[in-house]
């Protein structure tokens, strides 16, 4: 990819001349206060929100399965897999957010100032297609969980998933602050469905522990490894490195360096203790998977349905199956709403156009819900769960697209002024980033062929 195919002249006339075109996410830019003169918590809790929208993306129905079946087939052994995942996602969406605040754009306004014209267009259509794809794993998703709880075909399930269009305009009118307490009540109806499933299924404390350290088997093994990069290269969604950098501008923090220095610091936090709790429920959802079905000899579960139909009689209670369709339901719908957000920020900002809310969902609703609908009434539930395999191949195609721009902006002084990355950091954040690439290449490969 360029690195800036503007002379440095003509970037810099660009950058100015973006003070005068729209904010990103105007309708809600700087809407949230941010106290002055308070105590750290009371600033804190301003600033709490977009780190738990960003962190549902982490944990959608795209990455159960992976999740399932490395606990199925290697027991404990991949949660440092899980560990070092999210420390690379802390280190990017730590990125995304000073990019938005530091620069006044999120990622898909700086790519439109930084790059020319078709490279620009080029990254869009990119992420557009990443954004259907998780639009697609959250349908497809959401319609295994009704067809869990309810009995609902799937077919059936993913027509009802259209219908969430309506509740998400609703909300939008009421502000951005209900939104995110609406995807905060979401993640802590996942939490608790899966701290109840730690303790029927009683893990093993010393495999867990064991689990987080880091095993040479991952690498010799290529079964595991093929797990591990599978875990590995989806971490970081496309989209949420986009979304981070327009929702963190929700605040209205002052925009000197002094504001802009505080608003990084409690962002940061948000945005890690957040991520921190996507690690305890990815994490959870191995340990089940490890407590489970390894320990009872069920070695090959890489299926949601058959997890949800053995959770049951394994474990010997009653509720375990509902509680854990309940949380994949939680998953699809939360990460529905902030995939609304990240398409409005991407096209506003790559194109510079504004479209009707209602309009822009029902295209990239469009556009999940016709596949999904085809292969579930073809195929059923094996289809359903191919094409969510496929889903999060595509997204490990785009992600490079998305992952190199957000280390390049935030290393350019032009563009973060003091806030640019340290040499340390760009270091990290280039190994980081070619880490997840060589994986995510290696996967995608491994898996078509």
């Known amino acids: 990819m360029p690195d800036n195919p503007l002379s440095k002249k003509d970037f810099s006339q660009k950058f100015v001349a973006h003070d005068n075109q729209l904010a990103s996410l105007s309708e809600v830019h700087s809407s ?31 990455n159960w399965a992976t999740d399932i079946e490395g606990g199925s087939r290697f027991g404990y052994a991949l949660l440092s897999v899980i560990l070092i995942s999210n420390l690379f996602a802390m280190l990017l969406q730590h990125l995304a957010l000073k ?26 259509v990119l992420c557009e297609i990443a954004i259907a794809a998780t639009d697609l794993a959250e349908v497809i998703g959401s319609a295994i969980a009704l067809n869990l709880l309810f009995g609902l075909p799937l077919p059936v399930g993913v027509v009802v998933t259209a219908l969430d269009v309506l509740i998400i305009l609703y909300f939008q009118q009421k502000g951005f602050r209900l939104i995110e307490s609406i995807v905060a009540g979401l993640m802590g109806l996942i939490l608790f469905s899966f701290l109840y499933e730690m303790i029927v299924s009683q893990p ?4 867990i522990l064991g689990g987080i350290l880091p095993k040479t088997q991952i690498i010799t093994d290529p079964g595991m490894l093929y797990i591990a990069i599978g875990i590995l290269g989806a971490t970081v969604m496309p989209h949420n490195l986009y979304l981070h950098s327009g929702i963190v501008q929700t605040r209205a923090f002052k925009r000197d360096d002094e504001g802009k220095k505080s608003a990084i610091k409690f962002a940061t936090i948000d945005s890690t203790v957040s991520l921190g709790l996507a690690f305890f429920i990815n994490a959870s959802i191995l340990i089940l998977a490890a407590a489970t079905f390894h320990s009872s000899g069920h070695y090959e579960i890489a299926d949601i349905t058959d997890a949800y139909h053995l959770l049951d009689p394994l474990l010997g209670v009653e509720l375990a199956g509902i509680f854990f369709a309940l949380a994949l339901l939680a998953s699809g719908q939360s990460s529905t709403l902030t995939g609304t957000l990240a398409g409005q920020i991407v096209m506003e900002g790559f194109l510079n156009i504004r479209l009707k809310p209602w309009l822009r969902r029902l295209i990239t609703r469009g556009i999940a819900i016709v596949p999904a ?77």
Request: net charge positive.
């Open 32 to 62: 949230i206060a941010v106290p002055e003169g308070v105590g750290f918590w009371k600033k804190l809790m301003a600033f709490t929100g977009p780190g738990l929208m960003v962190a549902v993306g982490y944990i959608d129905p795209g």
């Open 373 to 449: 609908l085809i292969v579930a009434i073809l195929y059923g539930e094996k289809g359903t769960a191919d094409l969510l395999v496929f889903s999060q191949v595509i997204l490990s195609l785009q992600l490079s697209f998305a992952v190199v721009p957000l280390v390049v902006f935030t290393s350019n002084k032009t563009m973060m002024g003091k806030f640019v990355n340290s040499k340390p950091v760009n270091v990290i954040a280039w190994t980081v980033s070619a880490i997840i690439m060589s994986l995510n290449i290696y996967l995608l490969f491994r898996t078509l062929l």
């Open 99 to 124: 990019l938005g605040i530091a620069s006044g754009r999120d990622l898909a306004q700086a790519c439109r100032d930084y790059y020319s014209k078709p490279v620009s267009r080029m990254l869009w």
């Open 204 to 207: 093993s404390v010393s495999g």
